[in-house]
């Protein structure tokens, strides 16, 4: 699969669902609630991983992130460029 610039891929699941691939944009990397899914997969698989970042939460915990996230970036750019 061929990953756009400026996306990354990331697999997300716990062990008792099917894991699913997510391709999402880079800076999602340093949101807040993104770097506490993160320090959640160091936690399980360190540091030393080949491969996409692997996630360990449940699909729809992470789709409930990635909304949130969208959201917040959304209203940043409306308040940041608003007259």
Do not use: T, W, Y
Request: charged content about 30%; aromatic content about 8%.
């Amino acid at each position: 699969m061929n990953i756009p610039k400026g996306r990354v891929a990331v697999i997300v699941g716990h062990e008792d669902e099917e894991q699913k691939k997510f391709v999402i944009p880079v800076m999602f990397l340093n949101h807040p609630l993104f770097m506490e899914l993160l320090k959640e997969a160091e936690k399980e698989f360190g540091f030393r991983h080949s491969g996409p970042i692997n996630i360990p939460c449940h699909v729809q915990e992470f789709r409930n992130v990635q909304g949130m996230i969208d959201k917040d970036r959304h209203h940043h750019h409306i308040c940041c460029f608003k007259d």
